[in-house]
C-alpha cells in the first residue's frame, strides 16, 4: 500500500465536466462538432477515473449521491443557455439565409419569435427582426414548449416522478438516506 | 494561434482549480462533501468563464442599444470590453473564435488521459523500490 495514490479529486472531476458541458452547450447550436468533443470528454473521463478508481486511488469518504446531483442540476441549466445562444447564433441573417419571404404559417408566429428573441434582442441590442425568419421563427416555437416543459419540471418534478415510475429500477437507488453518513451534525440531530 | 490560445486556456484552468481547491480548504466546511462542493461550484464558473466568456467579451462587439452595451457605456468601458472584430456570428468569427473553442474542448476531451501517468509513475516507483527485481515481496520500506 506504499505507493497507493491519493483521494480523487471528486472536485476537480466535476468542475472540468460541468465547465465543458456549458461551453459546449453554449456553441453547439451552431458548431455541432462541439457534440463530439463532448462525447470524447465523457468517454476519456469516464475511463480514465474509473481505472484510476480501481487501480490507483485510495478507498474515499462516502460521500453519497449529493455532489452528483448537483453537478447535474447545474448542467440542466445548460440547456437554457444553450437555446438562447443558438437563437442568437442561428438568426445571423448572412449565414442562414431566409429563400422563404412569404410564408403564411411563419408570418402568424413572426410576433411571437421575436417575444421569444426579445432577451436576446435587448441584452446584445440586435435587431428584432432577425428572429422574423422562418428557420427562427420555428426554433423559437420549440423553445417556448421545451422552456414551458422545464418550468414545469423545475416546480413539480412531473416528469422526474413519471420517468422514475417507468424506470424505478434504475433511478433514485439512494432514495434513503444512509444510517452512517459523512455528515456528523446530521448523524447526531434530533431530526435523524 | 488558436492551439497556442486553447492550451493557455487549458493551463490556466488548471491553475485555477488548484488555486481553489487550496482556498476552500481555508474555508472550514464540516464535512468532505460540503469542501467539495463548494469547491466545485467556483471552479465551474470561473472555468467557464475563462474558456468560453471571456472569448466572447474580447472578440465581439456589442451596440448601445443592448442592456450590456448601455451599462458598459455608462460605465466607460465600452472600449475595453465587447469591443471585438466582430459584430455578429460571421463566417470570420467561426474561424477564428469557433475554432478555438473547438481546440479547447477538444483539449479538455483528451486531458484526462494524462491522469493515468499516475499509475505509470507509482508503478515506476514501486520498481525502483524493489531494486528493478521480478520479486513482488522485496521491498525497502519498513513493514
Not at chain 1, 419569435?113 to 441590442?125: D, E, I, K, N, W
Not at chain 1, 429500477?169 to 434513503?176: F, G, H, P
Request: proline share 1%.
Amino acid at each position: 500500500m506504499a505507493y497507493t495514490g491519493g483521494i480523487i479529486a471528486y472536485d476537480n472531476r466535476f468542475s472540468v465536466l460541468i465547465a465543458m458541458i456549458w461551453t459546449i452547450m453554449t456553441f453547439s447550436a451552431a458548431i455541432p462538432a462541439l457534440y463530439f468533443a463532448g462525447i470524447l470528454l465523457c468517454f476519456v473521463a469516464y475511463w480514465t477515473d474509473k481505472t484510476l478508481f480501481v487501480k490507483f486511488y485510495k478507498i474515499p469518504p462516502k460521500h453519497g449521491s449529493d455532489l452528483a446531483h448537483k453537478a447535474r442540476n447545474i448542467i440542466e441549466w445548460s440547456l437554457v443557455m444553450h437555446l438562447f445562444m443558438g437563437l442568437y447564433m442561428l438568426s445571423n441573417e448572412d449565414i442562414f439565409t431566409n429563400l422563404e419571404e412569404d410564408n403564411d404559417a411563419v408570418e402568424f408566429l413572426k410576433g411571437y419569435a421575436a417575444f421569444v428573441g426579445s432577451g436576446v434582442s435587448a441584452l446584445t441590442g440586435v435587431s428584432t427582426d432577425r428572429f422574423g425568419q422562418v428557420h427562427t421563427v420555428l426554433y423559437s416555437v420549440g423553445v417556448s414548449i421545451f422552456l414551458i416543459l422545464f418550468i414545469i419540471e423545475k416546480v413539480s418534478g412531473t416528469f422526474s416522478r413519471i420517468i422514475g415510475k417507468i424506470c424505478c429500477c434504475c433511478l433514485y437507488k439512494d432514495a434513503e438516506p444512509d444510517i452512517f453518513s459523512n455528515d456528523l451534525y446530521c448523524d447526531i440531530s434530533s431530526d435523524a | 494561434m488558436s492551439i497556442v490560445v486553447s492550451l493557455s486556456i487549458s493551463f490556466i484552468n488548471a491553475v485555477l482549480r488548484k488555486a481553489l481547491q487550496l482556498m476552500t480548504n481555508l474555508e472550514g466546511h464540516h464535512t468532505v462533501s460540503e469542501q467539495l462542493e463548494s469547491a466545485f461550484s467556483k471552479m465551474w464558473i470561473l472555468q467557464y468563464i475563462n474558456t468560453a466568456v471571456i472569448l466572447l467579451i474580447i472578440n465581439n462587439r456589442l451596440t448601445e442599444d443592448g442592456i450590456i452595451g448601455g451599462l458598459l457605456t455608462t460605465a466607460g468601458l465600452n472600449g475595453v470590453l465587447f469591443d471585438g472584430n466582430y459584430g455578429d456570428f460571421t463566417t470570420a468569427w467561426y474561424d477564428a473564435v469557433g475554432v478555438t473553442i473547438f481546440t479547447t474542448a477538444f483539449i479538455n476531451g483528451i486531458t484526462p488521459i494524462t491522469n493515468i501517468s499516475a499509475i505509470v509513475i507509482s508503478w515506476l516507483k514501486r520498481c525502483c523500490d524493489r531494486g528493478c527485481s521480478s520479486d513482488n515481496k522485496k521491498t525497502r520500506k519498513t513493514i
